[in-house]
T-cell receptor, first 114, second 114 residues
Framework: KQEVTQIPAALSVPEGENLVLNCSFT??????LQWFRQDPGKGLTSLLL?????REQTSGRLNASLDKSSGRSTLYIAASQPGDSATYLC?????????????FGTGTRLTVIP | NAGVMQNPRHLVRRRGQEARLRCSPM?????VYWYRQLPEEGLKFMVY????????ESGMPKERFSAEFPKEGPSILRIQQVVRGDSAAYFC????????????FGPGTRLTVL
């Protein structure tokens, strides 16, 4: 069974700081890993998708890396802004016949202080 | 190109009533997933459907819950005889393909059982 853990559970940083969010998963047999952000009371916005054959993906100020063998992914946010405040979720899709679901971590709640 | 649409956004039911949650996937997407987010918990997979077929319902409670994705119209998640423990946010996601494709999420339906 796949278990996904995100550390820390909450993080506060001053505006402009670079930061790293961590995600670990127990079963390295995954197809891909997605990072999402969730604003309070809202749905999930997909940020980055990394296929199992890739090492990293970049979008603007975001960079996500994947190390399948060690069961880890990181989300790097450069020059953080107050608008980045949200809960960040990672989720991975396990290799399993017929299955297509994502396993989610419980998230890191990020607060960027102006 | 509208994203994944869910309605209603908020639903209040009394214990014993039925709840029907609707999800319209993104245009061109034929794969639909339902996830549940209980208060202070992570998202958990419930069911994966393609048009007219349930592919994987391993996360669905055995009783009172059912899902369908008819040939025409939205996917429906139906909860019969709701109980207070069913209060949660229910998210629908869709994807273009099965394995390697990104899942896009709707805004969710927040169900409150009185």
């Amino acid at each position: 069974k796949q278990e996904v853990t995100q550390i820390p559970a909450a993080l506060s940083v001053p505006e402009g700081e670079n930061l790293v969010l961590n995600c670990s998963f127990t079963d390295s047999a995954i197809y891909n890993l997605q990072w999402f952000r969730q604003d309070p009371g809202k749905g999930l916005t997909s940020l980055l998708l990394i296929q199992s054959s890739q090492r990293e993906q970049t979008s603007g100020r975001l960079n996500a890396s994947l190390d399948k063998s060690s069961g880890r992914s990181t989300l790097y946010i450069a020059a953080s802004q107050p608008g980045d405040s949200a809960t960040y979720l990672c989720a991975c899709k396990r290799v399993e016949t017929g299955a297509n679901n994502l396993f989610f971590g419980t998230g890191t709640r990020l607060t960027v202080i102006p | 190109n509208a994203g994944v649409m869910q309605n209603p956004r908020h639903l209040v039911r009394r214990r014993g009533q039925e709840a029907r949650l609707r999800c319209s996937p993104m245009k061109g997407h034929s794969h639909v997933y339902w996830y549940r987010q209980l208060p202070e918990e992570g998202l958990k997979f419930m069911v994966y459907l393609q048009k007219e077929n349930i592919i994987d319902e391993s996360g669905m409670p055995k009783e009172r819950f059912s899902a369908e994705f008819p040939k025409e119209g939205p996917s429906i998640l139906r909860i019969q005889q709701v109980v207070r423990g069913d209060s949660a946010a229910y998210f629908c996601a869709s994807s273009l393909g099965r394995v390697y494709n990104e899942q896009f999420f709707g805004p969710g339906t927040r169900l409150t059982v009185l």
